[in-house]
């Protein structure tokens, strides 16, 4: 099995970074740097500094890291040390060896060559083992502090990962951190939280800037342009002639049949007569 290997990059460098922009949006982005600059400017309704105590956590984190990098440089150093010091002992014990061999010099040059390979194998070993160990010791290094920072709701940490993308994402997350709470000591509180309310003034006009274009993008992939720069044309409505068929006679219905009024009896009839003939004799 291959020897593990501690994760890469580390969250925090021994040395501050040189950012261009103290915000950091060149390293993570307008998004990750605004909510940044809003918690370094932010107070509790106690009017405590939130980012104070965030940048003082990010602080412990970064001499978490320089105390085990101290420890396993230390580590490194004595192994070589007590490495050397046994080189020194077995080479004077093999010379000592060779030196009363006589006659048996050659048998006893092989057997020294011999160990001389079994102590080198030996020290290559506890070399390996030194660098998994260390291995190990950063990785548990690297959980405790994304424990920490997620605790404290820091952009880009949600909890333990070895996704290597996402440590390369936390890692410059870190870097900003870094310089700021380096440049926080060198100036002081006041001076650096107006430095950033400047910033996260100036941030946050370009982040609204950016979301008005992205809307507009959005508007213009819903209705392409070629319908939206289109003059509108009026068109005339197209009036259809009814269609007649030529050569078939139309179908008449015959009228509705209407019962005959009865028959006027005779006697009436005579007298009705009678009537009509006197009215004009008098005109």
């Known amino acids: 099995a291959s020897s593990p290997s501690p994760p890469a990059p580390p969250l925090f460098t021994a040395h501050p970074p040189k950012l261009g922009d103290p915000s950091g949006k060149d390293l ?24 104070s105590a965030l940048l003082d956590l990010c602080n412990a984190c970064w001499m978490m890291a320089a105390l085990k990098e101290d420890e396993v440089a230390k580590a490194q150093v004595n192994l070589e040390k007590k490495i050397i010091a046994d080189t020194e002992t077995l080479e004077s014990n093999l010379d000592a060896r060779a030196s009363v061999a006589g006659g048996a010099l050659a048998a006893v040059q092989q057997a020294n060559e ?53 440590i390369a994402f936390q890692a410059k997350v870190c870097s900003v951190m870094h310089s700021a709470f380096y440049l926080r000591a060198r100036v002081g509180e006041t001076s650096h939280v107006n430095m950033l309310n400047k910033q996260l003034e100036s941030l946050q006009k370009i982040v609204a800037t950016q979301l008005v274009g992205i809307k507009m993008e959005q508007v213009d992939q819903q209705y392409p342009t070629q319908f939206q720069q289109q003059p509108m044309q009026y068109q005339q409505p197209i009036y259809q002639v009814p269609q007649v068929s030529i050569g078939v006679p139309p179908v008449f219905q015959p009228p509705p049949a209407f019962p005959l009024p009865p028959a006027m009896n005779p006697h009436l009839m005579q007298q009705n007569q009678m009537y009509q003939q006197q009215f004009n004799q008098q005109h």
């Open 28 to 51: 993570i982005g307008n998004e990750t740097a605004l909510k940044l600059l809003q918690m370094l400017t932010a107070k509790t309704q106690d009017g405590k500094s939130v980012g």
């Open 114 to 166: 011999h160990e001389r390979a079994q102590f080198n194998t030996q020290c290559q070993v506890q070399r390996e083992q030194l660098v998994a160990s260390s291995a190990w010791e950063f990785r548990k290094l690297l959980y405790t502090q994304q424990v920490l920072l997620s605790s404290a709701h820091l952009p880009g940490f949600t909890g333990p990962t070895v996704d290597s993308t996402v």
